[in-house]
C-alpha cells in the first residue's frame, strides 16, 4: 500500500492550497484516509479524516479545510482555505481499512508528507 502526498507549497496568509493523496495498486474506495500535519519541533497533529464513520475536523479547522475524495482518480484531496502562519507543516497522509481514528497509532499507512508554508 503506497501513498504520495502532493501538492504543498509557499503560499501568503489568506491564500488557499490543495493537497492531493493519491493510492497506487489498490483502491482507496475502502480506505479511512486522512491528513496529519507536524510543524517543527511540535508533535504531529490530527486534521482532517474521512471514512465509512463520516468526515471529521480538528477544531482549529474551523470551516477552512474540506476533505474529499475522488475514487475514479483513486485520491483523496484536502482543500484548505483562509490559510494562517500557523498552519505552517508538513502535512502527511495516511490511510487504514474502513473507519478513521483519531490517534495517529491506528493509521497503517503513511505517505512522505508535502510541506506547507504560510508566509505572513
Known amino acids: 500500500v503506497q501513498l504520495q502526498a502532493s501538492g504543498g507549497g509557499l503560499v501568503q496568509t489568506g491564500g488557499s492550497l490543495r493537497l492531493s493523496c493519491a493510492a497506487s495498486g489498490y483502491s482507496l474506495s475502502t480506505y479511512a484516509v486522512s491528513w496529519f500535519r507536524q510543524a517543527p519541533g511540535k508533535e504531529r497533529e490530527f486534521v482532517a479524516a474521512?471514512?465509512?464513520?463520516?468526515?471529521t475536523y480538528n477544531e482549529f479547522v474551523n470551516g477552512r479545510f474540506t476533505i474529499s475524495r475522488d475514487n475514479a482518480k483513486n485520491t483523496v484531496y484536502l482543500q484548505m482555505n483562509s490559510l494562517k502562519p500557523e498552519d505552517t507543516a508538513v502535512y502527511y497522509c495516511?490511510?487504514?481499512?474502513?473507519?478513521?481514528?483519531?490517534?495517529?497509532?491506528?493509521?497503517?499507512?503513511w505517505g512522505q508528507g508535502t510541506l506547507v508554508t504560510v508566509s505572513s
Open positions: 495516511a490511510a487504514r481499512l474502513y473507519s478513521y481514528y483519531i490517534d495517529p497509532d491506528k493509521w497503517n499507512y
Open positions: 474521512i471514512g465509512r464513520n463520516g468526515i
